[in-house]
């Protein structure tokens, strides 16, 4: 594998008008011209992981009447709502895109099958994930840390919107200590929650890098792709 091969990982938010549900066109255009120029610009395998909260979290429908089972499912047509976004967006801008989906959704996406991303890649498609794992219980973190590691990426790209990984929620206190470098184990001893505790093990145990960024800094998408130091590095 001579490029480099990343996945970068978004929330469905990030899709959406602030303070709004579904997709905005200025949001999608966003994403889309930082990850076409960041083609353009460097050697790159890039696939791509879009998270379903602006439509809905499974965890925070299930009930007495929803079933958490139930529930992740919607969660998951969610992203697959996001993912056909995400494709529309850059087909429109000239960048060629695949959809491979965890769930069978065959009208309109690709089964996930890791040859064919692999592959697809290599051919320097930009493929998007969706349909989480394809498992209730997990969340798109876990699906981000999976799928990095079966493609053999060799950072997986975390978009948030703060700058990286904090001792504390810096929205809640501002002078929260801020880390450049952590270390998986740190991170689930101290339970600091930027991605779940079962992603974080996940790329503990294969030795997958996740660099955790600020999304919502123009620029940083390309740059993070880039490869440059933005934020935080968690490593081994």
Not at 9 to 31: D, F, N, R, T
Not at 106 to 112: I, N, R
Not at 149 to 164: H, S, W
């Amino acid at each position: 594998m001579s490029r480099r091969r990343v996945l970068l990982k978004i929330s469905g938010e990030a899709l959406a008008p602030k303070g709004e549900k579904g997709v905005g066109e200025e949001q999608l255009a966003a994403v889309t011209n930082e990850v076409k120029a960041a083609l353009e610009s460097y050697d790159l395998d890039i696939a791509m992981v879009v998270g379903g909260g602006n439509f809905l979290r499974g965890r925070e429908v299930s009930g007495e009447r929803v079933r958490r089972v139930t529930a992740d499912h919607m969660g998951m047509l969610a992203t697959i709502i996001n993912g056909l976004a995400m494709q529309a967006s850059l087909e429109s801008a000239g960048v060629e895109t695949r959809v491979l989906s965890a769930i069978e959704v065959a009208d309109v996406a690709e089964p996930f099958i890791v040859r064919r991303a692999i592959r697809h890649m290599e051919k320097g498609r930009v493929v998007i994930f969706v349909g989480g794992t394809g498992n209730p219980f997990f969340s798109t973190d876990s699906a981000a840390a999976l799928r990095a590691n079966e493609i053999g990426a060799d950072v997986l790209l975390k978009g948030t919107n703060v700058r990286g990984v904090y001792a504390e929620d810096p929205n809640k206190n501002p002078n929260a200590e801020f880390f450049e470098k952590v270390s998986f184990d740190q991170v689930l001893r101290l339970n600091l929650k930027v991605m779940d505790a079962a992603a974080f093990a996940l790329c503990r145990d294969n030795e997958l890098r996740v660099r955790v960024f600020n999304m919502n800094e123009a620029g940083n998408i390309h740059r993070a792709l880039g490869g440059e130091e933005l934020g935080t590095l968690v490593t081994n």
